[in-house]
């Protein structure tokens, strides 16, 4: 069993996981005799992932998903009643659904109550100080606006002593800045676009003005209200990814190990 076959039985058995409804025998629609429950809505739309979650945490979105579990109910009704379900196409899918599911299973059984601890995750924390940086950052402000004349205007007005954040609110076009006195807030290399970058991380000091600087939105007037040097992040900042990082692995390690004893059980001939 290959390492990239196992991860996506991780991953299913992850979203299986996730997709527990609080009310898993609460009935969202009844097809002929059939109830169609909040447990069968989960599990049609585990295989699509967080986004059909998330979907599904939507009125809209969850009157979608009932009603095609309600067309694949009469679908099935229909197959059932043309004995479709007998044919060699149908059983050739039936037993590959099967081994899969039993797969899976098996796979559940043997990483049922697998745990990371606390100790474990703090002790991969201090033995890989590299991989837990916060890189360089800026905090920054800016002024964006279209034109050279507005451009000419509160370069001006700033010469003059105006307020840098005044004038953001004033004349900048970026709406997500702009009511907030042009604050971006911090950010690293290789968020904002080239030209904003480098003009960006060039201040070297806190209220240092940059020169208008020219991308794909229009013309930037950036202000410096902090530089940020490179420092270790938190341990309880980075803990819950490393517990989960750390499980991934115990898992991906687990599965792998049991599937050599099967291969020791079972004949395996690759060709």
Known sequence: MTRRYLTAFI???IFAT???AAEPDKVLAR???TDITERDAMEFIQPFGQQAMMLYGTEQGRKMIVDDLISMRLYALDGEAQKLDGTPEFQ???NSAKRAMLAQAAMRKIIDGLTVS????KKFYDDNPAQFVQ???VHARHILVSD?????????ELKGGASFDALAKQYSIDPGSAQHGGDLGEFPRGVMVPEFEKAAFELKEPGEISEPVKTQFGWHIIKLEERIPESPMPFEQVKARILQELKEHKTQDVLQE????LEGVYKVERF
């Open 118 to 121: 606390d100790d474990e995750a």
């Open 11 to 13: 991953l299913v058995l």
């Open 18 to 20: 996730m997709a527990v």
């Open 31 to 33: 097809v002929g005799s």
């Open 135 to 137: 890189p360089e950052r």
């Open 148 to 156: 050279d004349v507005t451009l000419a205007k509160v370069v001006y």
């Open 92 to 94: 050739a899918q039936l």
């Open 258 to 261: 049991r599937a050599k004893e």
